[in-house]
């Protein structure tokens, strides 16, 4: 199966500031990933599909990058809101062996 | 408003039976595919089980192989999740969650039901 491996696996950092959450995976999955944000007690929400791609009603702040094993997922400023725990997910093996990464925790400094 | 609502969560013993039901909404649900997916208390998301839109492929995960069934009812809009032999490790919150028409993604996620498996 496809590994999927997050870093960090939590950060902190303030309203304002740039941040950026890798997923890399065990072998390549060309643009096969998505993103998603979770707060708790919530389930999760869908950010990023295809690597890239912002899903609707996203704001424009998030943004996803990568291809083949390595990918981020970027926060240009981070607000309020966005104190949550982030996931990726690959889509390669679909549908069959899904696996989600491990999780990044971005808390407030 | 789309929408998938889970139910039959609960306290089972170890060994026991549960069966859950996700009730969708909203959108045209014969026509996507569906997973389950579990999180188990302050662990990440892990896939469980998918089932395509006529129910004639259907996967899962190794952890649950065997021991759990998927299956659907596309005139009730109504997925379900049987599981037996349960252990102290499927306790987690259990959400459905639709495939998109559109892309390779998790668009519509339920609220989710807790399962806790303990004697």
């Known amino acids: 199966a496809i590994q999927l491996t997050q870093s960090p696996s939590s950060l902190s950092a303030s309203v304002g500031d740039r941040v950026t959450i890798t997923c890399r995976a065990s072998?390549?999955?060309?643009?096969?990933l998505a993103w998603y944000q979770q707060k708790p007690g919530k389930a999760p929400k869908l950010l990023i599909y295809?690597?890239?791609s912002l899903e609707s009603g996203v704001p424009s702040r998030f943004s996803g990058s990568g291809s083949g094993t390595d990918f981020t997922l970027t926060i240009s400023s981070l607000q309020p809101e966005d104190f949550a725990t982030y996931y990726c997910?690959?889509?390669?093996?679909?549908?069959?062996?899904?696996?989600f990464g491990g999780g990044t925790k971005v808390e407030i400094k | 408003e789309v929408q998938l609502v889970e139910s039959g969560g609960g306290l089972v013993q170890p060994g026991g039976s549960l069966r859950l039901s996700c009730a969708a909404s909203g959108f045209t649900f014969s026509s996507y595919s569906m997973n389950w997916v579990r999180q188990a208390p302050g662990k990440g998301l892990e896939w469980v089980s998918y089932i395509s839109s006529s129910s004639s492929t259907i996967y899962y995960a190794d952890s649950v192989k065997g021991r759990f069934t998927i299956s659907r009812d596309n005139a009730k809009n109504s997925l379900y999740l049987q599981m037996n032999s349960l252990r102290a490790e499927d306790t987690a919150v259990y959400y459905c969650a639709s495939l998109s028409i559109h892309h390779d993604a998790f668009d519509i996620w339920g609220q989710g039901t807790m399962v806790t498996v303990s004697s």
């Open positions: 295809d690597a890239s």
């Open positions: 072998q390549g999955i060309s643009s096969a």
């Open positions: 997910q690959q889509f390669n093996s679909y549908p069959h062996r899904l696996t």
